[in-house]
Protein backbone atom coordinates (compact mmCIF):
# COMPACT_ATOMS: atom_id res chain seq x y z
CA UNK A 1 0.00 0.00 0.00
CA UNK A 2 0.85 3.79 -0.57
CA UNK A 3 2.95 5.24 2.22
CA UNK A 4 2.94 8.70 0.51
CA UNK A 5 0.50 11.29 0.16
CA UNK A 6 -1.29 10.95 -2.78
CA UNK A 7 -4.12 13.56 -3.69
CA UNK A 8 -7.10 12.56 -5.64
CA UNK A 9 -8.76 15.48 -7.81
CA UNK A 10 -10.62 16.55 -11.20
CA UNK A 11 -7.90 16.99 -14.05
CA UNK A 12 -8.00 20.04 -15.59
CA UNK A 13 -6.45 20.58 -19.89
CA UNK A 14 -3.12 21.68 -17.93
CA UNK A 15 -2.90 17.83 -17.41
CA UNK A 16 -3.14 16.48 -20.59
CA UNK A 17 0.45 15.93 -21.33
CA UNK A 18 1.35 14.13 -18.50
CA UNK A 19 -2.29 11.93 -18.81
CA UNK A 20 -1.41 11.73 -22.19
CA UNK A 21 2.49 10.13 -21.10
CA UNK A 22 0.95 7.29 -18.38
CA UNK A 23 -1.54 6.12 -21.27
CA UNK A 24 1.21 5.73 -23.98
CA UNK A 25 3.54 4.35 -21.21
CA UNK A 26 0.68 1.81 -20.38
CA UNK A 27 -0.14 0.86 -23.77
CA UNK A 28 -3.35 2.04 -23.41
CA UNK A 29 -5.51 4.24 -26.51
CA UNK A 30 -5.00 7.76 -26.79
CA UNK A 31 -8.35 7.91 -28.77
CA UNK A 32 -10.83 10.29 -27.40
CA UNK A 33 -9.07 10.46 -24.17
CA UNK A 34 -8.46 13.75 -24.78
CA UNK A 35 -12.25 15.27 -25.44
CA UNK A 36 -13.28 13.31 -22.51
CA UNK A 37 -10.73 15.01 -20.15
CA UNK A 38 -13.60 16.70 -18.35
CA UNK A 39 -14.46 13.61 -16.40
CA UNK A 40 -11.20 12.39 -15.43
CA UNK A 41 -9.80 11.97 -11.93
CA UNK A 42 -5.54 11.97 -11.21
CA UNK A 43 -3.69 11.37 -8.78
CA UNK A 44 -0.61 13.44 -7.93
CA UNK A 45 2.01 13.45 -5.34
CA UNK A 46 4.45 16.46 -4.32
CA UNK A 47 3.15 18.45 -8.01
CA UNK A 48 4.14 14.87 -10.02
CA UNK A 49 0.81 13.42 -11.82
CA UNK A 50 1.23 9.36 -10.79
CA UNK A 51 -2.39 8.45 -12.12
CA UNK A 52 -5.49 8.70 -13.99
CA UNK A 53 -8.76 7.66 -14.98
CA UNK A 54 -11.25 8.71 -16.95
CA UNK A 55 -14.83 8.27 -18.10
CA UNK A 56 -17.06 8.96 -21.65
CA UNK A 57 -20.73 10.35 -19.82
CA UNK A 58 -23.52 9.26 -21.88
CA UNK A 59 -26.68 10.39 -19.91
CA UNK A 60 -26.97 8.39 -16.97
CA UNK A 61 -24.10 5.98 -17.90
CA UNK A 62 -21.31 6.21 -18.34
CA UNK A 63 -17.74 3.89 -20.14
CA UNK A 64 -14.87 3.93 -17.34
CA UNK A 65 -11.46 4.40 -19.93
CA UNK A 66 -7.87 5.34 -19.83
CA UNK A 67 -7.03 4.13 -15.83
CA UNK A 68 -2.99 4.40 -15.63
CA UNK A 69 -0.70 4.32 -12.62
CA UNK A 70 2.94 5.38 -13.52
CA UNK A 71 5.48 1.87 -13.48
CA UNK A 72 6.41 3.00 -9.98
CA UNK A 73 3.20 3.09 -8.71
CA UNK A 74 1.96 0.52 -9.79
CA UNK A 75 0.75 -2.68 -7.48
CA UNK A 76 0.05 -0.50 -4.26
CA UNK A 77 -3.49 0.77 -4.49
CA UNK A 78 -3.41 3.79 -6.51
CA UNK A 79 -5.63 1.75 -9.51
CA UNK A 80 -8.20 1.06 -6.74
CA UNK A 81 -8.18 4.15 -5.30
CA UNK A 82 -8.14 5.80 -8.82
CA UNK A 83 -11.21 3.92 -9.44
CA UNK A 84 -13.03 4.53 -6.47
CA UNK A 85 -12.78 8.28 -7.04
CA UNK A 86 -13.96 8.17 -10.45
CA UNK A 87 -16.79 5.88 -9.37
CA UNK A 88 -17.78 8.68 -6.36
CA UNK A 89 -17.39 11.52 -8.86
CA UNK A 90 -19.75 10.05 -11.09
CA UNK A 91 -22.47 9.11 -8.47
CA UNK A 92 -22.06 13.34 -8.25
CA UNK A 93 -22.85 13.11 -12.06
CA UNK A 94 -25.89 11.71 -11.62
CA UNK A 95 -24.31 8.44 -13.09
CA UNK A 96 -25.96 5.10 -12.07
CA UNK A 97 -24.38 2.48 -14.56
CA UNK A 98 -21.02 2.34 -15.25
CA UNK A 99 -19.28 0.36 -17.95
CA UNK A 100 -15.60 -1.25 -19.19
CA UNK A 101 -13.48 -2.60 -22.08
CA UNK A 102 -10.51 -4.33 -20.97
CA UNK A 103 -8.03 -6.80 -22.04
CA UNK A 104 -6.44 -7.66 -19.58
CA UNK A 105 -7.59 -6.25 -15.81
CA UNK A 106 -10.67 -8.43 -15.80
CA UNK A 107 -9.59 -9.24 -12.49
CA UNK A 108 -8.66 -6.10 -11.25
CA UNK A 109 -12.13 -4.64 -11.96
CA UNK A 110 -14.06 -7.85 -10.62
CA UNK A 111 -12.52 -6.77 -6.97
CA UNK A 112 -14.44 -3.48 -7.46
CA UNK A 113 -17.80 -5.13 -8.46
CA UNK A 114 -17.74 -5.35 -12.04
CA UNK A 115 -18.91 -8.08 -13.69
CA UNK A 116 -18.75 -9.48 -17.69
CA UNK A 117 -21.83 -8.87 -20.02
CA UNK A 118 -21.60 -9.97 -23.86
CA UNK A 119 -20.74 -7.11 -25.72
CA UNK A 120 -24.00 -7.29 -27.79
CA UNK A 121 -25.68 -6.21 -24.57
CA UNK A 122 -23.79 -3.41 -24.55
CA UNK A 123 -26.45 0.32 -24.02
CA UNK A 124 -26.65 1.64 -27.98
CA UNK A 125 -25.41 4.95 -26.37
CA UNK A 126 -21.69 3.30 -26.27
CA UNK A 127 -21.32 2.46 -29.33
CA UNK A 128 -20.45 6.27 -30.53
CA UNK A 129 -17.77 5.68 -28.06
CA UNK A 130 -14.28 5.07 -29.71
CA UNK A 131 -13.44 2.65 -27.59
CA UNK A 132 -16.08 0.60 -29.14
CA UNK A 133 -15.49 1.72 -32.74
CA UNK A 134 -11.98 0.26 -32.89
CA UNK A 135 -9.73 1.61 -30.10
CA UNK A 136 -10.00 -1.32 -28.26
CA UNK A 137 -9.60 -4.82 -29.91
CA UNK A 138 -12.21 -6.84 -30.72
CA UNK A 139 -11.26 -9.42 -28.20
CA UNK A 140 -11.84 -7.21 -25.05
CA UNK A 141 -14.17 -8.50 -22.18
CA UNK A 142 -16.83 -5.77 -21.77
CA UNK A 143 -18.38 -5.40 -18.16
CA UNK A 144 -20.16 -3.25 -15.97
CA UNK A 145 -21.73 -2.53 -12.71
CA UNK A 146 -24.11 -0.25 -10.96
CA UNK A 147 -23.65 2.51 -9.11
CA UNK A 148 -25.99 4.52 -6.48
CA UNK A 149 -29.37 4.64 -7.36
CA UNK A 150 -29.35 2.47 -10.26
CA UNK A 151 -32.60 0.46 -11.71
CA UNK A 152 -30.94 -2.69 -13.67
CA UNK A 153 -31.55 -2.93 -17.06
CA UNK A 154 -33.86 -6.10 -18.43
CA UNK A 155 -30.72 -6.85 -20.94
CA UNK A 156 -28.71 -7.62 -17.72
CA UNK A 157 -28.92 -9.61 -14.36
CA UNK A 158 -26.93 -7.62 -12.14
CA UNK A 159 -25.70 -8.82 -8.62
CA UNK A 160 -27.54 -7.38 -5.53
CA UNK A 161 -23.87 -6.19 -4.51
CA UNK A 162 -22.84 -4.53 -7.64
CA UNK A 163 -24.07 -1.11 -6.55
CA UNK A 164 -21.57 -0.74 -3.78
CA UNK A 165 -17.72 0.15 -3.91
CA UNK A 166 -15.44 1.22 -1.30
CA UNK A 167 -15.06 5.04 -0.83
CA UNK A 168 -12.04 6.87 -0.02
CA UNK A 169 -11.33 10.01 1.37
CA UNK A 170 -10.25 13.14 -0.95
CA UNK A 171 -11.76 11.52 -3.73
CA UNK A 172 -13.04 14.23 -6.18
Not at 5 to 11: D, K, S, T
Request: charged share 15%.
Amino acid sequence: MLNVPIALRAATPDDWLDIEALLKVNHLPLDGAKAHLSSFVVATMGGRLVGCAGSEVYDNLALVRSLAVAPDFQHQGLGGALLAGLLDASEGRGINRVYLLTTSAGGFFRRFGFIEFRIEDAPPALHASTQFQGACPASAAFMGRLLAGAVPEPEHVWPRHSHRHKRISGAV
